[in-house]
T-cell receptor, first 112, second 115 residues
Framework: DGGITQSPKYLFRKEGQNVTLSCEQNLNHDAMYWYRQDPGQGLRLIYYSQIVNDFQKGDIAEGYSVSREKKESFPLTVTSAQKNPTAFYLC???????????FGQGTRLTVV | GENVEQHPSTLSVQEGDSAVIKCTYSDSASNYFPWYKQELGKGPQLIIDIRSNVGEKKDQRIAVTLNKTAKHFSLHITETQPEDSAVYFCAASKGAVSGTYKYIFGTGTRLKVLA
């Protein structure tokens, strides 16, 4: 089955630690995105990538980093510089020339 | 800046009744408006979308209307069923640059369909 896989589903981080969230897609999509979702708020764009080895900052990139070494993979690192990292993180992708974004099942990150 | 306002934040309807969720966008250059349904603990899924050259689109019990002059669009669900209970998000986009659509999302509406 084609789709987007995020792992892990739940992640706990101690303050001061970096953690990396995985996002893999087998849809052969060019563009990939990371969103953050907080209770009572919409989805806010962290980073996006249109092509391998290229990515751009979204609206709330501070404290996050990404890489796009392979077309199918777009991992997100939440660094210790992110002051309030507890949230639900969603990865998405879409195909060039189309509009629908496909989402993964999300990773819930909790700082303990 | 760009934003999308969504109302109401919560909506309860009796099974079989209709539900309407409204969104207003700020950027007149927006030309693509998707609606996503998110069930608890899952990622959002597209349920219907509309482009700016169309005023209305329908898919079985779901319809979306767009008023470009007023910069608002609405989701209509008829004959609601308990499985329609979820959080619904609207979004607006100005279109693709090399296939990348930067969506601005609304804050979501939690719909509860009461049996």
């Amino acid at each position: 089955d084609g789709g987007i896989t995020q792992s892990p589903k739940y992640l706990f981080r101690k303050e001061g630690q970096n953690v990396t969230l995985s996002c893999e897609q087998n849809l052969n999509h060019d563009a990939m995105y990371w969103y953050r979702q907080d209770p009572g708020q919409g989805l806010r764009l962290i980073y996006y990538s249109q092509i391998v080895n290229d990515f751009q900052k979204g609206d709330i990139a501070e404290g996050y980093s990404v890489s796009r070494e392979k077309k199918e993979s777009f991992p997100l690192t939440v660094t210790s510089a992110q002051k309030n990292p507890t949230a639900f993180y969603l990865c998405a992708s879409n195909e060039a020339g189309y509009t629908e974004a496909f989402f993964g099942q999300g990773t819930r990150l909790t700082v303990v | 800046g760009e934003n999308v306002e969504q109302h109401p934040s919560t909506l309860s309807v009796q099974e079989g009744d209709s539900a309407v969720i409204k969104c207003t966008y700020s950027d007149s250059a927006s030309n693509y408006f998707p609606w996503y349904k998110q069930e608890l603990g899952k990622g959002p899924q597209l349920i219907i979308d509309i482009r700016s050259n169309v005023g209305e689109k329908k898919d079985q019990r779901i319809a979306v209307t767009l008023n470009k002059t007023a910069k608002h669009f609405s989701l209509h669900i008829t004959e609601t069923q308990p499985e329609d209970s979820a959080v619904y998000f609207c979004a607006a986009s100005k279109g693709a640059v090399s296939g990348t659509y930067k969506y601005i999302f609304g804050t979501g509406t939690r719909l509860k369909v009461l049996a």
